[in-house]
């Protein structure tokens, strides 16, 4: 349910009235709260708030953060999206997604699903400077959250060494969700020293080889991938890297009964097309099999003997807060995810942050692997 | 629609009025023919009546083969399933499931979903000595057809090295679908001299590292795999072979997108508790991660360069006929699976048989890839 001041705030913004009926029936809008701060989040979609809007009480409107489209023959996919014009190529970081925007006198992160976050808010301004925010109150800073000790992600890129980071990419207005030009963006965060993806430059369809030189070294790096964008921000595309690829599948391995079986699949066909692209045979196509049969049953069989020994599937993440209080937030927050979680220790890193140990369990996927090791028979 | 006379045998077998107007409805029942005799087959499960089951215009029922439990512990599943009692072990053959019946006059192969099956009709008798009807008029003989020359399976087991064979593994009788004691299914198979899968002999959950060996030297011969079952033929589970595992990963490749994603997910499933049960590390764990990478990737790709330029996925198969006319009939069966087939060449082998080859197109399949080469940009 919504309350009336939301309701009156929404049909202003001009939801329909029947369609507000509808999305509230359904759980499609949800009221929720932060330290105070009421907000609406969208669940699903609705004209004109795409999933993962949120409005604030004063009327401030953060429009759901857009699915990008992933092209999975680099070459062609170049040419049909950018035709001849040129595009700016940016790192695609693996992280969580945050939008950063400030309401009233606070600012907030929301995540994708438009929570406001509790680590990433209490986080945020280690990253990101306030002045920003005087200058541009209606503008949203969009970024990527990656590193080693994240709450959401288990692995960040490999030149984030310790706690996490935040990688901007985008820069929307607030309302519209309508982005500034990337050369604009990428003056801002100079100018307010936000930290920024990679960018690798001005490329066009007639340089699809140094493109391909630019993946093959992000693969060698250990990194996720590419992002392109027309310089208006219109056309925007993702590439990911062959590593990233065979890397996601050995981090779900893991926990394999708790994702769906897109996850894996998807992964697998990037992959063949990167090879059918490249043309990749003899050893170099031996040693990517070798890699994505050992990402898919390595851990897929350590699970079952973690199982199998009484244990749980499980994984464990740290992240470093500046108060206790945060932490006990976080565990809140996953819980109205439906998620399992709880504290394995606190630690004082004397430099006043703590750094929080989480074990995320995953009970349906424990009971699936105990029931098949314990010989269940069953029809499939 | 179902014509008034097998309204009433459905009514007289004890189908109810209402459940059989739900089923018609539905599409759940479907009267046929098959060269002037009429049948109906059970797409959907009715009380008493299991999906696949037939009912012919004299009242005989030949119920559908029920799907068979599988473990994927060899050693628990076998302790769970049989406690301490005795069962055979048989073995799993690799082909496609047929019940072979004597209605009327005529003998009868029908395919796991129903159907009177035009090929397996005309071949049937050149494995299975009429004689056994004429004594047994009541049983319908349940068996593997299998070989490289299939019109439903791409390959056939090692030993079986031109054509195709029936293996029989199961008498039913008709009416209560009721398994004779495989003792007594022995029997019959050599009185009558019927082709039986090879029966390995009597194991118990004491016996593990023999059933153990028998799953390895199985798998080093290429072979599927076992079913076990009590001599009363009231427990029965089935365990596949590693090799079998991969090699289903590597046929499918090649169709990659016609195949829902659990075709690959549950083979890599039981994989890895084959693993985990084994312990198998280091280089042998190895070898088998890079023959399931390759399994996986390198149909695909190949099948992804047919397409890029310009070819379809398909798949190409042969059967042996005595008459032309089955090869066309046998398109038409296909043409109502909605699979789309066409006879590429026949050729006369001067021995009383034809060889027809057929390809099989898979036209989603087909533009689902070639739009993916072509550059689509897509949100997953």
């Known amino acids: ?33 932060f330290e105070g701060i009421r907000y609406v989040r969208f669940r699903d979609s609705a004209r004109g708030f795409r999933r993962g809007t949120v409005v604030f009480e004063n009327g401030d409107v953060v429009p759901g953060f857009p699915h990008i489209k992933r ?47 509790p680590f990433t808010t209490e986080r945020i301004l280690d990253f990101v400077d306030e002045g920003f925010f005087r200058d541009y109150p209606d503008l949203v800073l969009v970024g990527e ?61 007639s340089r699809i080889d140094d493109l391909r030189g630019l993946i093959e070294r992000l693969s060698r790096e250990g990194r996720e991938g590419i992002v392109m964008k027309s310089p208006d921000m219109r056309r925007i595309a993702k590439y990911v890297t062959p590593y990233a690829n065979v890397n996601d599948v050995r981090i779900g391995s893991r926990i394999f009964f708790d994702l769906p079986h897109g996850y894996f699949m998807a992964r697998i066909k990037r992959l063949a097309f990167y090879f059918a692209e490249r043309h990749l045979r003899g050893e170099e196509f031996d040693e990517y099999a070798k890699a994505l049969g050992k990402a ?30 945060t932490a006990y937030r976080m565990v809140a927050h996953f819980e109205r995810l439906g998620v399992r979680i ?30 098949l090791w314990n010989g269940r028979a069953f029809v499939d």
């Open 145 to 205: 959250m990656a590193g080693p000790e994240s709450p959401y992600i288990v692995e960040g890129p490999p030149y984030v060494e310790g706690d996490i980071r935040f990688f901007l990419f985008d820069i929307q207005e607030k309302g519209t969700g309508k982005s500034l030009p990337a050369e604009e963006r990428y003056d801002l965060a100079r100018k307010y020293g936000i930290p920024h993806v990679e960018v690798f430059g001005l490329y066009d369809s």
């Open 1 to 33: 349910m919504v309350s009336s001041g939301f309701r009156a705030t929404l049909l202003k913004l001009g939801l329909e009235e029947e369609r507000l009926a509808v999305l509230e029936g359904k759980g499609g809008i949800v009221e929720d709260e």
């Open 71 to 117: 092209i999975v023959q680099l070459e062609n996919g170049v040419r049909r999206v950018f035709k001849g014009e040129p595009f700016y190529v940016e790192e695609k970081v693996d992280g969580y997604n945050v939008r950063v925007v400030k309401v009233g006198r606070r600012i907030l992160a929301l995540t994708r699903g438009g929570f406001v976050c």
């Open 296 to 325: 898919l049953l390595g851990p897929f069989v350590e699970s079952i003997h973690e199982v199998a020994s009484g244990g749980e599937v499980e994984e464990v993440f740290t992240v470093r807060v500046k108060n206790i209080g």
């Open 342 to 371: 709880h504290i394995e220790d606190i630690e004082d890193l004397k430099n006043g942050y703590w750094r929080i140990t989480f074990k995320r369990v995953y009970p349906d996927a424990t009971r699936e692997m105990r029931e």
